[in-house]
């Protein structure tokens, strides 16, 4: 009894006088050590696993509360029930739904993903969450991985400067995000237990270094392990990743959540680095990390040691979350937050196309048809953790009606029907690819009266989805029958194509000269797409990945290693990945990565750098005028990528080093300048097994996007 009262004591004095978030570090540590002394082996292992779907048990007699946790990448998942998966009736728990992760990538600015994270943290807090799965940023190696649309990029290092600000403003909130999936996590065909080899080189170069930067520049307080394995073993229990990298190398000092139900054994996960054990369904007790490691370590096979270094990291979080002095209150789905969805929106949006200089509408236009299932669709829900119960969605008709109602007649149908369902198989999903001929009929004879047609297509939240990768590239539902026959009867056709990663349109790109690629692009979407159309805001999204003209082209495909063959599949083309692929191996995409026009031009002129030879330790100055020639204020993103001249070994013809977005008035002149260290220029060596920058001329390139070079110079690292 008195051991009770002291623990109770000290705890009460630990939790309402300490203030963890100025302390420092080692005082925290100090803390977190007193407290797991006084806890029971049965206590700490409860803190290692699920006591429910999304959260972990506390020690309420030392007043360590639950950790909670919830989904996901587009918004603050509804409450579900604890302990299945439907939904628990809320009428209090309607989100923000923020454009998904491709879209953030389009805006090229990191600025836009601070300002979702902070949505999130805020909301988070109003539901009460810890943790936050989110952001998602793997690796786009696939186009057809059906969780593209959630991830960023193909580029490790603009998914690098995403992810650290998204972090950074979930954190702000005192919410921890959970990073995800690490890793390498790029495909969902045989995702829980596909083998995926992929060489040292690779990794370090184009799967790791979002996540090293999240860590170390963004301070991630805890992070998830994929499905999949990497080298042999599985993401959960992958020493390699999990202990060495992550832990050891880059110091991680947060924890480490498996993917639900992403655990295979005791002893493996709870040695090789992970520190909490997640999953879909009960008996909770049953789990890994439950009974079976209580057992483990009465029987020597898992340290106790083990076991606190996985204490102290929750404890670590949760003193920098749930159990800091100033955790905020949170709000939720603000007239803020949907500031901020349609800010993120508006710069998202990418200009294919505007041959025929259509865009922006003029007040000319009186009457407008809007064509598609896409115009009145929401994108909020579906993709399983990734569906939000949004407060409010505003559709592209909406928002086209709001934007063009006062001087313009719209009328709407429907084009085609979008007849899939994410949770079905293929066969039980038929003709989902097959026009609709009565449908088309009222389209074209709606167009044909019609100043403009608005064309939105695309795919939604059930064609691309966690759980399945897509079959081809080819737009589903029989699209292109409809923009066919539309584009015949009216020569004023925009196409608006809505998704989240590549798709086949070789003959759209060919036919028609309107050409806007949205996404799902958060509550504000219909808003952000209207004012795009209007010119209220000028495109200046750029594409966060490469569309191949043939799904062949693309290195997974040319090389056969998608999907993997008796559940194995080796990365062959190892570094090469994106543009890096295209480039390097002279294959013409349809759109290059980092693609996507404006409103107005921009001209480059006196790229500069400060010096002709640098030291390793040295830093490039870089700047490069950029002026605006048009008639729009516009804003440009402008790309710098170094190729390394003779390289002694096998490098990408380019890759991308620095970005920065800039808006520039018509007329005027920005200087755009940054900095590039001489160590990010280095290579993985694997035979060393470490960074080598070799000597010698390197290229500099100042581009609009990745093919599109506007200015060279070269310099010399001595
Ligand atoms: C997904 C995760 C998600 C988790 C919880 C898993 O199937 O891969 O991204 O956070 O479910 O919903």
Redesign the pocket.
């Known amino acids: 009894m008195i051991k009770y009262i002291t623990a109770c004591a000290v705890a009460l004095f630990l939790f309402s006088n300490v203030s963890a978030q100025n302390k420092n570090e080692a005082a925290l540590q100090v803390i977190i050590s007193n407290i797991i002394k006084k806890m029971t082996l049965e206590e700490k292992i409860a803190m290692l696993h699920g006591n429910a779907?999304?959260s972990s048990a506390g020690v309420k007699r030392l007043g360590i509360p639950e950790l909670t946790c919830d989904?996901?990448?587009l918004g603050v998942?509804e409450e579900i029930k604890r302990f299945d998966w439907n939904s628990a009736n809320w009428t209090t728990d309607s989100a923000t739904f923020l454009p998904n992760g491709s879209a953030i990538a389009a805006t090229w600015n990191p600025d836009m993903a601070n300002k979702y994270g902070v949505v999130i943290g805020q909301e988070a807090n109003a539901r009460k969450k810890n943790v936050m799965?989110s952001p998602?940023f793997n690796i786009c190696r696939m186009p057809l991985n059906g969780?593209t649309y959630?991830y960023y990029s193909e580029d490790p290092y603009l998914n690098g400067r995403l992810a650290v600000q998204a972090v950074k403003g979930i954190q702000s909130q005192h919410v921890a995000a959970?990073i995800?999936?690490f890793a390498a996590?790029n495909q969902e065909v045989n995702?829980s237990n596909i083998n995926e080899e992929i060489d040292e080189r690779a990794l370090r170069e184009i799967y790791l270094p979002a996540f090293k930067a999240a860590i170390q520049e963004g301070n991630a307080y805890t992070i998830?392990s994929?499905?999949n394995k990497v080298n042999g073993y599985w993401c959960s229990e992958n020493d390699f990743l999990l202990n060495k990298i992550l832990k050891k190398e880059w110091g991680f000092k947060g924890a480490v959540i498996s993917?639900?139900?992403?655990v295979h054994h005791t002893v493996e996960a709870a040695n090789n680095g992970l520190d909490i054990e997640?999953g879909?369904s009960g008996s909770y007790d049953q789990w890994y990390f439950a009974d079976p490691l209580l057992t483990a370590v009465k029987a020597g096979q898992v340290s106790e040691k083990t076991i606190d270094d996985k204490l102290r990291r929750i404890l670590w979080v949760m003193y920098h979350t749930s159990m800091s002095d100033h955790h905020p209150e949170g709000s939720i789905a603000t007239v803020a937050h949907g500031k901020a969805a349609y800010d993120i929106a508006s710069e998202s949006v990418v200009l294919l196309k505007n041959d025929a200089h259509l865009l922006p509408l003029t007040t000319k236009v009186k009457s407008i048809a809007v064509i598609g299932d896409n115009s009145i669709r929401t994108f909020a829900s579906g993709g399983?953790?990734?569906g939000v119960k949004a407060k409010y969605e505003i559709t592209a008709l909406a928002g086209i009606r709001s934007r063009f109602g006062q001087t313009a007649d719209i009328k709407f149908v429907q084009g085609y029907k979008a007849n899939y369902l994410a949770n079905r198989m293929d066969e039980q999903n038929p003709g989902s690819d097959k026009p609709d001929q009565t449908l088309i009929d009222q389209a074209v004879s709606l167009a044909k009266k019609s100043d403009v047609t608005i064309l939105c297509i695309g795919s939604n939240r059930e064609y691309e989805s966690?759980?399945h990768d897509r079959k081809t590239l080819a737009l589903p539902f029989g699209e292109q029958a409809l923009v066919n026959a539309v584009t015949a009867v009216n020569p004023n056709t925009i196409i608006v194509i809505m998704a989240g990663a590549p798709y086949d349109l070789n003959e759209i790109k060919k036919s028609n000269h309107t050409i806007i690629w949205s996404w799902f692009n958060g509550s504000e979407a219909g808003n952000a797409l209207a004012d795009v159309l209007k010119g209220v805001i000028n495109p200046s999204g750029k594409m966060p990945f490469t569309f191949p003209v043939s799904l062949n082209d693309s290195p997974a495909f040319a090389l056969n290693s998608y999907p993997g063959e008796n559940l194995n599949t080796t990365y062959k083309e190892g570094i090469l990945v994106g543009y890096r692929w295209y480039d390097t191996k002279n294959i013409e995409p349809l759109y290059c990565f980092g693609y996507g026009l404006s409103y107005t031009n921009f001209a480059y002129t006196n790229l500069l750098i400060d010096k002709k030879n640098y030291k390793l330790n040295d830093n490039i100055a870089v700047a490069v005028k950029v002026k605006n020639t048009g008639s729009y204020a516009g804003k440009e993103v402008v790309q710098l990528y170094i190729k390394k001249v003779n390289s002694s070994i096998l490098r990408a013809d380019k890759e991308l080093k620095a970005f920065k977005k800039i808006a520039i008035a018509p007329g005027k002149t920005a200087v755009v300048s940054t900095n590039i260290k001489v160590s990010d220029l280095a290579y993985f060596d694997e035979k060393l097994h470490k960074w080598v920058v070799e000597p010698g001329e390197y290229k500099i390139m100042a581009a609009s996007s990745s093919k599109d070079i506007r200015k060279v110079t070269s310099f010399y690292v001595r």
Do not use: I
Not at 259 to 262: F, K, S
């Open positions: 779907l999304f989904d996901g990448p998942r799965l998602a969780r959630e959970c995800k999936h996590n995702r998830m994929a499905y993917d639900w139900g992403g997640m879909s399983y953790g990734a966690e759980g």
